[in-house]
């Protein structure tokens, strides 16, 4: 059966979807006219770049062993193709679309993309994914999507075959950005047998390109060099040729700085305190902090695990399947961050996290204000992130506003695509408000999946908090004389009784004891003849007339 196109379908891709597209397209044309490549014959950048989306889209269409009439729909409307049922699969078996085989082929347009992140000046390149590179992996990755979810019906074989796919990207780009920082090849492009887009297409034409790397310093030869002079150049595991001579140097280089700085890779060269690598001084300052005794209690239990587990993995045992995700919950100022912080540092030293740093964000951090932005943002922010903590303060706000031009449900997709991609060296803790998170967790079907563990950060009660604010005040070399204190004690006591809604805790404390210095100062400002002791003390006259909240 020979289905036609509906041309009344070109809505079926999301105008985003389109957008992100068009705008890899315009990129491909910048590039293309630069010197990253040089182009040879009718092929040039862009039309790599087409060629690229559509042999993945049908990869990800047949991913689940057949294909829909709203698939070829949605891949006819995004590329301007023509396909029916029996073409398209002439097409995929054609061009062996229908398998894993893809993902042992990056896209032709990967490495000019890749190579436009050179520096001009410095040749240098860029370290991470960030702007065009998250643009050109974020757009194949929204685009798959897309398609899977056209059908109203989303089959996990195709969830898969994407996943695999973004991660092949990923892989081949920092094999791309090894290579370029080694040797610094311009590349040529050579159309081999294909087809003619402005032409219907037959599947007996489908072949693809062949990509070739020369080298500006490479020794020219009649010949036909891939034969004649093999002992010089080769190919790598993608496929792309190098200097095998040059290789060799360089990978002897690396292994003679690698020698000469032995202790590269140990703690004193990690660019972190080694002091607060010692497992046992990081959960000395975790128990010494003062309250929070339900959420020291659940993380010396989630550290007990991860330990346990660790020893298990040493003993060729199976290790229980976990995510190390997280939601804190509770008001402000109960101590979430400070938490994340000490944690970020407990999983770099069990080995869980390459780094241990902390990265803090908000919904301002992750959500852009126009089409095609916040998934960049997104990624950008998860790259950063990557071998520590990402910390989403208030996560819930990427939910509050559902109104038509908003993304933030844009950017909860995303993340919740990453902490699976990149869960093996990344870890997202999203707090707030307890009631407000549920709408969080609901935000995306697979969220509350990923976060295997919530820790309730409960509001300090008023001791505490009066010792918060003397070992604060003592911090800044100052101190309460008797009265002062018990005014505290007493008001704080009041407060805790009923205190106002979302109450600040810490927060609050801290700003407390900034109005008492600010008028211990006022008053002491008109005596010329304070000593010390009267600089440092903080009297009843300071604090009577604050309030606490």
Not at 150 to 166: M, P, R, T, V, W
Not at 421 to 436: K, P
Not at 533 to 546: A, G, N, R
């Amino acid at each position: 059966m020979k289905w036609g196109f509906n041309f009344l379908k070109g809505d079926i891709v999301k105008e985003e979807s389109r957008q992100m597209y068009e705008l890899c397209l315009k990129r491909a044309e910048s590039i293309g006219r630069a010197a990253y490549i040089r182009s040879e014959g009718r092929i040039n950048l862009v039309e790599m770049y087409k060629d690229d989306m559509l042999h993945f889209l049908v990869y990800i269409a047949f991913a689940d062993g057949d294909i829909s009439q709203n698939e070829i729909d949605y891949i006819n409307s995004l590329t301007g193709m023509q396909f029916y049922l029996q073409l398209i699969a002439q097409y995929a078996d054609g061009l062996e679309l229908k398998g894993e085989k893809i993902l042992e082929r990056p896209p032709m347009s990967l490495e000019a993309f890749v190579r436009s992140n050179i520096g001009p000046e410095t040749g240098e390149v860029s370290n991470g994914y960030y702007d065009l590179l998250m643009l050109y992996v974020t757009t194949f990755n929204y685009i798959g999507n897309d398609l899977i979810a056209c059908n109203q019906e989303i089959k996990q074989g195709e969830l898969d075959c994407l996943e695999a796919y973004i991660r092949m990207l990923r892989s081949n780009i920092d094999i791309i950005n090894g290579k370029i920082r080694s040797e610094k090849p311009t590349i040529a492009f050579k159309p081999s047998k294909g087809f003619d887009r402005n032409n219907s297409p037959e599947a007996s034409s489908f072949t693809g390109y062949i990509r070739e790397t020369v080298y500006e310093d490479e020794p020219k030869n009649s010949d036909n060099s891939d034969n004649s002079d093999e002992s010089t150049f080769g190919r790598n595991e993608n496929g792309l040729k190098i200097n095998i001579s040059r290789e060799k140097d360089r990978l002897r280089e690396k292994a003679d700085a690698e020698a000469k700085s032995p202790a590269a890779d140990t703690k004193e060269n990690s660019g972190i305190n080694p002091d607060t690598l010692d497992l046992a001084k990081l959960m000395e300052e975790l128990n010494g902090l003062t309250g929070m005794a339900s959420v020291k209690r659940e993380v010396n239990n989630l550290v007990n695990l991860l330990k346990v587990c660790e020893l298990r993995k040493k003993k060729g045992l199976k290790v229980p399947p976990t995510t190390n995700h997280l939601v804190f919950l509770g008001n402000p100022g109960t101590g979430k961050t400070t938490v994340a912080r000490i944690l970020s540092k407990i999983y770099h030293n069990l080995g869980i996290l390459s780094k241990g740093h902390l990265v803090e964000v908000d919904r301002s951090g992750l959500v852009a204000g126009y089409m095609g932005q916040t998934g960049e943002k997104v990624m950008e922010v998860v790259e950063k992130a990557k071998g520590g903590v990402l910390f989403i303060d208030e996560a819930y706000a990427l939910t509050t506003n559902k109104q038509d031009g908003d993304f933030g449900q844009e950017a909860i997709d995303i993340l919740n695509k990453a902490m699976e991609d990149y869960r093996d060296d990344l870890i997202v803790i999203a707090a707030g408000y307890h009631d407000e998170m549920q709408d969080f967790l609901d935000a995306n079907p697979g969220l509350r999946s990923r976060f295997n563990r919530t820790i309730e950060f409960p509001n300090y009660t008023s001791d505490e908090l009066v010792e918060i604010i003397i070992n604060r005040a003592k911090g800044l070399d100052y101190s309460f004389d008797d009265e002062a204190l018990e005014f505290i004690k007493e008001k704080f006591k009041k407060t805790m009784i009923a205190p106002p809604h979302n109450f600040g805790n810490a927060r609050s404390v801290r700003n407390y004891l900034e109005k008492a210095i600010s008028n211990q100062a006022n008053r002491l400002v008109t005596d010329m003849d304070i000593n010390e002791d009267e600089l440092m003390l903080i009297k009843l006259s300071d604090v009577k007339d604050l309030t606490f909240g």
